[in-house]
């Protein structure tokens, strides 16, 4: 029992040298000093050597997800800057479109003035064949618009060829360019005086007309103007401007003149075009703009 006592009573003496000498310590170590102890210092490089050890993996962890995060910002600013870019070039392909087919258009309409005594109708080209791309194309009017074979087609710059066929939605322009020798076209040129010819050849490497059967004694100078004649093809009216001469030499037999033509018109290059229906001379035109006039005026009176 004694000895029981001792025992515990030895535990507690322990416990509370224990205490007292850690109080012993707090007080030493809260006190300013110029050196620290062995346990401090042990604590401390140990604490240090722990935090080295953890810290350096954790900053290069955080460095890395930082990095995989700066990339994918970067990553998503281009995909949206490609984007950008991709529709605004496609926003400038469609207002260059829409300027040029505005430009065509209001050269179109310009053109109702330099055919004022013609009828016209207006006309999209809707097809063109590869293999003919200088001989044929194909507009959206047809025999159901009054088209007929023969017709004098011509954009505002001059004649581009005549109508070969037409069906009921749409037809097939036959272009000066595939013009031949059996299937020529009648033509003045507006010199001094009055000279008839006709057309019935096309250089495709020039880009000209040839225009033969000119009398040998007729004075013709390069730069004057070619328009139809009327003559021939009844379907084909007068007046309709087709190039301007760029070159003459005789013909073979030396009997005539062969003058070399370059069309007003560019043969590459159509989306729209006018059929001319019918020539009005001056009286019928003035006319026919006095009865517009006067059902005008009736319908303002109403």
């Known amino acids: ?115 004022k005594n013609y009828q016209l109708r207006f006309a999209e080209v809707i097809g063109r064949s590869p293999d003919r791309w200088n001989q044929v194309i194909v507009i959206d009017l047809g025999s159901k618009d009054g088209i007929k074979a023969g017709m004098a087609v011509v954009t505002a710059k001059g004649m581009i060829g005549r109508v070969q066929s037409a069906s009921h939605f749409s037809s097939q322009v036959e272009l000066l360019s595939d013009i031949e020798r059996g299937n020529f076209l009648s033509a003045i040129i507006q010199a001094e005086q009055t000279v008839y010819g006709v057309i019935e050849g096309y250089d495709v490497k020039q880009n000209i007309l040839i225009m033969r059967k000119i009398p040998l004694g007729a004075e013709i100078k390069q730069g004057e103007t070619v328009i139809t004649s009327g003559l021939g093809d009844p379907a084909i009216p007068p007046g309709i401007i087709i190039g301007e001469i760029v070159g003459i030499s005789p013909s073979d037999y030396g009997l005539t003149q062969v003058a070399y033509i370059k069309p007003s018109a560019d043969f590459y290059r159509l989306n729209e075009v006018y059929v001319v229906e019918r020539y ?23």
């Open 1 to 115: 029992m004694i000895l029981s006592n001792f025992f515990a009573n030895k535990r507690l003496i322990v416990l509370l040298s224990s205490l007292i000498i850690l109080i012993i310590l707090m007080g030493v170590t809260l006190g300013e000093r110029e050196n620290a102890t062995w346990p401090e210092k042990f604590v401390r490089d140990s604490m240090a050597l722990g935090q080295g050890i953890f810290s350096q993996p954790a900053q290069s962890f955080s460095r890395f997800i930082d990095n995989i995060q700066h990339m994918y910002r970067v990553y998503e600013e281009n995909r949206i800057l490609k984007q950008n870019l991709d529709r605004l070039a496609q926003l400038s392909a469609e207002v260059k479109r829409l300027q040029s087919e505005n430009d065509r258009l209001r050269e179109m309409l310009g053109a109702k003035s330099t055919y």
């Open 280 to 302: 009005l001379p001056d009286s019928q035109h003035q006319g026919e703009n006095a009865e517009g006039d006067k059902r005008e005026q009736e319908a303002q009176a109403q």
